[in-house]
């Protein structure tokens, strides 16, 4: 089955504004994981919420889960130049053995001055 | 702050021909990690190594490749015969912790091109 589509697949807005992303899946999960990634760049964690849990900060980032719904949204707060970037949601399948986590298609992110 | 270093950043190969990609992940961790990301793809899983051995692998990560850890520090992937498909960023990733945490480390990628 797929997991982690996000949504939408490109956004753009202007510096100040917030920033929305949305991620849907399809199997049960451990737990759900938000990564950053610069143009030619690696991945970067921001963030994991747990399978229990429905609503994390951290700084800027704000995240929900809601597992009844197989989905989970990214919100980034008062955004800037330099947050232009691709976010995916990746996550951690019950079925699986280990932490092999199941990537999105990403949303590319343009925050303009 | 502690880093996951790969090498090389960028391969160029024939078709056919074997290509070792290097990476060193953060010292304390014991769950290691190799993804890649063809061109405009996802990202996707290839393989997890834990106490020295394959934890998990996708179908992806067939024969034609291998992982080791050949020392204390490096952690290498092999693929013995590329094809053109193999094209790819292949990103190294380290956990120190297991799936219940399990926050990823990735470094920088090395950019595979077949030729």
């Known amino acids: 089955s797929q997991q982690g589509e996000e949504d939408p697949q490109a956004l753009s807005i202007q510096e100040g504004e917030n920033a929305t992303m949305n991620c849907s899946y399809k199997?049960?999960?451990?737990?759900l994981q938000w990564y950053r990634q610069n143009s030619g760049r690696g991945l970067v964690h921001l963030i994991l919420i747990r399978s229990n849990e429905r609503e994390k900060h951290s700084g800027r980032l704000r995240v929900t889960l809601d597992t009844s719904k197989k989905s989970s949204s990214l919100l980034i707060t008062a955004s800037r130049a330099a947050d232009t970037a691709s976010y995916f949601c990746a996550t951690d399948p019950w079925e699986t053995s280990g932490s092999r986590l199941t990537f999105g298609e990403g949303t590319q992110l343009t925050v303009n001055p | 702050e502690p880093e996951v270093t790969q090498t090389p950043s960028h391969q160029v190969t024939q078709m056919g021909q074997e290509v070792i990609l290097r990476c060193v992940p953060i010292?304390?961790?014991?769950?290691f990690y190799w993804y890649r990301q063809i061109l405009g793809q996802k990202v996707e899983f290839l393989v997890s190594?834990?106490?020295?051995?394959?934890?998990?692998k996708s179908e992806i990560f067939d024969d034609q490749f291998s992982v080791e850890r050949p020392d204390g520090s490096n952690f290498t992937l092999k693929i013995r015969s590329t094809k053109l498909e193999d094209s790819a960023m292949y990103f190294c990733?380290?956990?120190?912790?297991?799936?219940?945490?399990?926050?990823?480390?990735f470094g920088e990628g090395s950019r595979l091109t077949v030729l």
């Open positions: 010292s304390n961790h014991l769950y």
């Open positions: 190594f834990y106490n020295n051995e394959i934890s998990e």
């Open positions: 990733a380290s956990s120190d912790e297991d799936r219940a945490t399990g926050e990823l480390f």
């Open positions: 199997t049960s999960i451990n737990n």
